[in-house]
């Protein structure tokens, strides 16, 4: 059975850092574009950002570009979010979701046609 399995979500202050971790199981995800999407309160669920499965493609939306690093271990399968400058309207449930790729450098940056997901964990900014 696959899963994804989110961590590191939590409660931290404006301008402070979390990480947070998605641990695949039940295949291997090396040919997976692996990412991250949100939903914020009352709000539809986003793209957030996404890793080419070779680790060489990345895209994110603009409003986390410099503030947020995707990145993924394929030995360990899993990918990580690290996230500074954090900012109350980043609070939200994160989902991590993996979808097939042949192609080693394509990345995607929509939630249609991932192919799995996770449960979510949530991370609270505080002002």
């Known amino acids: 059975q696959v899963q994804l399995v989110e961590s590191g979500g939590g409660l931290v202050q404006a301008g402070g850092s979390l990480r947070l971790s998605c641990a695949a199981s039940?295949?291997?995800?090396?040919?997976?574009?692996l990412g991250w999407f949100r939903r914020a309160p009352g709000k539809e669920r986003e793209f957030v950002a996404t890793?080419?499965?070779?680790?060489?493609?990345?895209a994110y939306v603009d409003s986390v570009k410099g503030r947020f690093t995707i990145s993924r271990d394929n030995a360990r399968n899993t990918v990580y979010l690290q996230m500074n400058s954090l900012k109350p309207e980043d609070t939200a449930v994160y989902y991590c979701?993996?979808?097939?790729?042949?192609?080693?450098?394509?990345?995607?940056?929509?939630?249609?046609?991932?192919?799995?997901w996770g449960k979510g964990t949530l991370v609270t900014v505080s002002s």
């Open positions: 979701a993996a979808r097939f790729s042949r192609f080693s450098g394509s990345t995607w940056s929509s939630e249609y046609g991932m192919d799995y």
């Open positions: 039940g295949r291997t995800f090396s040919n997976y574009i």
């Open positions: 890793i080419s499965w070779s680790g060489s493609g990345t």
